[in-house]
């Protein structure tokens, strides 16, 4: 019996690798943002953090309208499907 858990428990493990843990809004933020405002949306150099406070007080529709058309330094990314925005912006949510 003893064996037979084991055995599950490795099937289980090996089915789900560490790449697809990623949610779609994180490849979005790493491919799209993370460069700029680091892997853990704290800012590098001139660029400012995402943090809880700005996310709040842009809200949704502004935070749509910067990604989509850029502010100050930041390049806009109009080039983003609605679907990888709205995972994204769930991704600066949930790690804010
Ligand atoms: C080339 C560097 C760069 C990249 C790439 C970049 N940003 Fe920015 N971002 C900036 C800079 C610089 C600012 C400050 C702009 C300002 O206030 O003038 C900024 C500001 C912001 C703000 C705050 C806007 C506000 O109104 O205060 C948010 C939110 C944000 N970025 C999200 C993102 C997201 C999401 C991505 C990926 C889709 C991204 N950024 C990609 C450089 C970048």
Redesign the pocket.
Known sequence: MLTVSCKTQEATRRATPAASTKSPGQIV?ER??A???GLSLQGKG???P?DQP??AS?GDQ??RL??ASG?????A?GGLSTAQVDS?INY?RAMT
Do not use: A, Q, V
């Open positions: 933020y799209s943002c460069r700029c405002h001139n660029t400012p995402i700005k996310l842009l502004r935070l910067t990604i502010k100050g330094k930041m390049p990314f994204l600066l």
